[in-house]
């Protein structure tokens, strides 16, 4: 069965970091991109970061660049997104997704992600 649980939101100040992690359980975890997805109050979810089965190829937004690292450690079945000089507008909840197994090409659309976590909370004080 396979599941994922998100870690590391909370409250934090505007120009503070924050790492969540994602926890995978399931067969293969290698074979699987990850994303981070986010999602604000009468927003859509939005992409924040991919990143590849081996971990050599990530993506992120344009919001993400800069400041968000996505990385992944397969021996803990793991990922990572480590959000430094964090804004208010990074308010959201936060959510990790999993992609179709060796996916060449990592996808920003929520509709290529069949399995979700049931996300963490960050919010950033002004």
């Known amino acids: 069965q396979v599941q994922l649980v998100e870690s590391g939101g909370g409250l934090v100040q505007a120009g503070g970091s924050l790492r969540l992690s994602c926890a995978f359980s399931g067969r293969d975890f290698r074979a699987y991109p990850i994303a981070w997805f986010r999602q604000a109050p009468g927003k859509e979810r939005e992409f924040v970061a991919a990143i590849s089965g081996s971990g050599g190829t990530t993506d992120s937004a344009d919001s993400a660049k800069g400041r968000f690292t996505i990385s992944r450690d397969n021996a803990k079945n793991t990922v990572y997104l480590q959000m430094n000089s964090l804004k208010p507008e990074d308010t959201a909840a936060h959510f990790c997704?999993?992609?179709?197994?060796?996916?060449?090409?990592?996808?920003?659309?929520?509709?290529?992600?069949?399995?979700w976590g049931q996300g963490t909370q960050v919010t950033v004080s002004a």
């Open positions: 997704a999993r992609g179709r197994p060796w996916a060449p090409v990592l996808s920003a659309l929520p509709d290529d992600y069949a399995y």
